[in-house]
């Protein structure tokens, strides 16, 4: 079965300072890997996804994100975070054939500070 | 393009009372899921259609629970009877599934926060 970690509950930046969100995962192969942001009351936003190629990907709102397979992990990078990257960000691995079925892990709450 | 719509935002139910959700997908997606996101938590999956039948069912709750996607469009949630523990958000989500093993991302609705008192 697979299944993510997101180590990190809580994180505080300052503003203008870099970020890095870690995510490990557990699957039998090379999984589909997203990161989702989600703002109070709304849904989820697809940041980036790692489908396969590259293993650095490039996502929306300056957000970037490596997949390193001897890792199992696709840790979640900004270079200088905006008060507006305030929110939740959740890490998820979907099964290869399996319809998208995604898993997600516990999620990482971002807090700026100005 | 319109995103994938839920109504009601928001449902406020005494426990053991009926609720229903409903989600109309992005055009042209025929998976469609219903994740169920505990206050804290990441979303888990309820139930995954492609078109109008239901693929994965096996975490919906089928003694209160129950779900249809009648011509593969649009889809309801039911609870019957809601319990305390139901409380929580509930997305919708809609993909498309093109030739075997391939699939788009997951594009989520805003979701349906129910609160059983």
Sequence with gaps: AQSVTQPDIHITVSEGASLELRCNYSYGATPYLFWYVQSPGQGLQLLLKYFSGDTLVQGIKGFEAEFKRSQSSFNLRKPSVHWSDAAEYFCAVGARGGGNKLTFGTGTQLKVEL | ?117
């Design chain 2, 1 to 117: 393009e319109a995103g994938v719509v839920q109504s009601p935002r928001y449902k406020i139910i005494e426990k053991k009372q009926p609720v229903a959700f409903w989600c109309n997908p992005i055009s042209g997606h025929n998976t469609l899921y219903w994740y169920r996101q505990n206050l804290g938590q990441g979303p888990e999956l309820l139930i995954r259609y492609e078109n109008e039948e239901a693929v994965d069912d096996s975490q919906l709750p089928k003694d209160r629970f129950s779900a249809e996607r009648l011509k593969g469009v649009d889809s309801t949630l039911k609870i019957q009877p809601a319990e305390l523990g139901d409380s929580a958000v509930y997305l919708c989500a809609s993909s498309y599934r093109g030739w075997p093993g391939s699939n788009t991302e997951a594009f989520f609705g805003q979701g349906t926060r129910l609160t059983v008192v």
